[in-house]
């Protein structure tokens, strides 16, 4: 398996651009994590999905942040408008459900996306 | 919600010599504590983990204690080397229930630095 993908790798945009983050999950695993990551905040929970159904979106930041997952193997984030302090690198994560012998809290992260917005 | 709190933030030591993280944790539903580790630049990925039945586990020069009554969980890192230089980050789980289940609380994260 490639693991969890992300794209892009890196995103630079301007302030109210309109910003779409992708991740691909690895296959079989059922729950999707959404985080960002800053110097200020360190590693922040957005939003996670279980069989592509929402769990928690209490961390995603305010309406400008919105998450879908309308198949198994794909989800987005999407902030518009983007704001400078937006700026993080933002990591998909997902994991393998229960009862496989896997720990299967283990979260596999992806490669992530720096987004830059100026 | 679960409370992950670790310490110290930054920490160096000299190669060869000892390593140690520590963190603690609120919720005694929590049965799981992974350890990530993150180097620059890249994503965290797992080191290794516990689970609440086990008090110690030991991979070559890192090993991770557990007390459940302190609800306290530690990293040791030996023999330390440059490589090992990196972000830690420790985490617990939401325990095997509820609204909660699956997901991982984080610590603030550990910046060690071992010099040559």
């Known amino acids: 398996d490639a693991g969890v993908i992300q794209s892009p790798r890196h995103e630079v945009t301007e302030m109210g651009q309109e910003v779409t983050l992708r991740c691909k999950p690895i296959s079989g695993h059922d729950y999707l994590f959404w985080y960002r990551q800053t110097m200020m905040r360190g590693l922040e929970l957005l939003i996670y999905?279980?069989?592509?159904?929402?769990?928690?979106d209490s961390g995603m930041p305010e309406d400008r942040f919105s998450a879908k997952m309308p198949n198994a193997s794909f989800s987005t984030l999407k902030i518009q408008p983007s704001e400078p302090r937006d700026s993080a690198v933002y990591f998909c994560?997902?994991?393998?459900?229960?009862?496989?012998?896997?720990?299967?809290?283990?979260?596999?992260f992806g490669p992530g996306t720096r987004l830059t917005v100026l | 919600g679960e409370n992950v709190e670790q310490h110290p933030s930054t920490l160096s030591v000299q190669e060869g010599d000892s390593a140690v993280i520590k963190c603690t944790y609120s919720d005694s539903a929590s049965n799981y504590f992974p350890w990530y580790k993150q180097e620059l630049g890249k994503r965290p990925q797992l080191i290794i983990d516990?689970?609440?039945?086990?008090g110690e586990k030991k991979d070559q020069r890192i090993a991770v204690t557990l007390n459940k009554t302190a609800k306290h969980f530690s990293l040791h890192i030996t023999e330390t080397q440059p490589e090992d230089s990196a972000v830690y980050f420790c985490?617990?789980?939401?325990?095997?229930?509820?609204?909660?289940?699956?997901?991982?609380?984080f610590g603030r994260g550990t910046q060690l630095t071992v010099w040559p």
């Open positions: 994560a997902s994991s393998l459900p229960r009862p496989f012998e896997v720990p299967a809290d283990e979260q596999f």
């Open positions: 985490a617990a789980n939401g325990g095997d229930r509820g609204s909660t289940l699956g997901r991982l609380y």
């Open positions: 999905f279980n069989n592509n159904v929402p769990i928690d």
């Open positions: 516990i689970r609440s039945n086990v």
